[in-house]
T-cell receptor, first 114, second 111 residues
Framework: ETGVTQTPRHLVMGMTNKKSLKCEQHLGHNAMYWYKQSAKKPLELMFV???????ENNSVPSRFSPECPNSSHLFLHLHTLQPEDSALYLC?????????????FGPGTRLLVL | GIQVEQSPPDLILQEGANSTLRCNFS?????LQWFHQNPWGQLINLFY???GTKQNGRLSATTVATERYSLLYISSSQTTDSGVYFC?????????????FGKGTHLIIQP
């Protein structure tokens, strides 16, 4: 079971397109995360938000732009992506940012950039 | 940051077999967790186990924090156990709860 939903589940876009990934958590958590999973590579943390403020940005290219309008929603805005950005993008949430809590993951958005 | 190594990278077993998956860390870790990614890509949290032993049904995990490793045991494997198993942790010096993941163990359970 999961209290974290992501839409869309699949996305195909051209390099000149602009699209957004959406994540919503129904767990009452205060921290949300974006991860990228490429083939044959470990999961990579992209962004961390705590109480709607960005607290970590792991050298992610500016063509990825996160937005956290409230503690339940997290967006990842995509523009002028490259084919190597094709991957599974996972959203996660946890109770808090400062407490070592379990992270709960959504089903992911499988992105293909042509 | 910490390095996370998982072994074996691939494992193929018959239904009913037992298995042990290992995770080694380069430094002390907090917030150690095990995840199962099913064939559809969904990541499910299995254990939050910074130290000690926990059991949940056919799965159990043990973390020896002083020796920087964790083990995941799967007993009486079923085909639904197939998928990739990740361990992840964050280092003790960091303020972030963002996890560093290993490359995973790809488990295939054959009927």
């Amino acid at each position: 079971e999961t209290g974290v939903t992501q839409t869309p589940r699949h996305l195909v876009m051209g390099m000149t397109n602009k699209k957004s990934l959406k994540c919503e958590q129904h767990l009452g958590h205060n921290a949300m995360y974006w991860y990228k999973q490429s083939a044959k590579k470990p999961l990579e943390l992209m962004f961390v938000y705590s109480l709607e403020e960005r607290v970590e940005n792991n050298s992610v290219p500016s063509r990825f732009s996160p937005e956290c309008p409230n503690s339940s929603h997290l967006f990842l805005h995509l523009h002028t992506l490259q084919p190597e950005d094709s991957a599974l993008y996972l959203c996660a949430s946890s109770q808090a940012y400062t407490i070592r809590e379990t992270q709960y993951f959504g089903p992911g958005t499988r992105l293909l950039v042509l | 940051g910490i390095q996370v190594e998982q072994s074996p990278p691939d494992l193929i077993l018959q239904e009913g077999a037992n298995s042990t998956l290992r995770c080694n860390f380069s430094d002390s870790v907090n917030n150690l967790q095990w995840f199962h990614q099913n064939p559809w890509g969904q990541l499910i949290n299995l254990f939050y186990i910074p130290s000690g032993t926990k059991q949940n049904g056919r799965l159990s995990a043990t973390t020896v924090a002083t020796e920087r490793y964790s083990l995941l045991y799967i007993s009486s494997s079923q085909t639904t156990d197939s998928g990739v198993y990740f361990c992840a942790g964050s280092d003790s010096g960091g303020g972030a709860d963002g996890l560093t993941f290993g490359k995973g163990t790809h488990l295939i359970i054959q009927p």
